[in-house]
Nanobody, 124 residues
């Protein structure tokens, strides 16, 4: 049973830090894993992605230098360390997975097959 479960969201003041975690129910080696953010009325936008076969990581411009994505292969868990948080970072954060690893599509939500239920991040 394929399942992604996010955790670690919450409320934080601007300038603070949060770490999100995404636990997968299967071995995610050679899968592409990503974090997406969605705000009300908007489509999901890519935050960061990783292909463990490299590993190769990809970041949206608006998080570069502030967010860091990592994986714990033994635990099949994906992390997103979020530093220097801004109110604009507020949103529902989703973890996603797909088999392919085409660099140009790593931050494109349409290509991901499996999704978690999301965890809310609110920065004030």
């Amino acid at each position: 049973h394929v399942q992604l479960v996010e955790s670690g969201g919450g409320s934080m003041q601007a300038g603070g830090s949060l770490t999100l975690a995404c636990a997968a129910s299967w071995n995610t080696y050679s899968w592409s894993m990503a974090w997406f953010r969605q705000t009300p009325g908007q489509e999901r936008e890519g935050v960061a992605a990783i292909f463990s076969g490299g590993p190769y990581t990809y970041y949206a411009d608006w998080v570069k230098g502030r967010f860091t994505m990592s994986q714990d292969a033994d635990k099949n868990t994906l992390y997103l360390q979020m530093n220097s948080l801004k109110p604009d970072d507020t949103g529902m954060y989703y973890c996603a997975a797909k088999r392919e690893a085409i660099p140009a599509t790593m931050l494109d939500a349409s290509g991901y097959n499996y999704w978690g239920q999301g965890t809310q991040v609110t920065v004030s």
